[in-house]
């Protein structure tokens, strides 16, 4: 099933907001994602925020790094 929609939002599922964010997927260059999208005639929104960011994940990391170095004993 195909869905036709006239705006996205594009999420970047990456760990910070750096040069292959802000080139490669939220760009204005020709090749981009956005401009890709945009070329199909869509209306793109791209969220320009690292997943770190969120406190939600910032936790997951800190508690994964607490277990890790309890697991050394260090």
Known sequence: ?????KKVTVVPLLLTAGKHMNQD?????NSSLTSQLRK?????YCVKKGLIEYETVRQIYLDQVEELVQSFNL
């Open 40 to 44: 199909m005639g869509k209306q793109v």
């Open 1 to 5: 099933t195909r869905i036709d929609t």
């Open 25 to 29: 997927i939220c760009g204005e260059e």
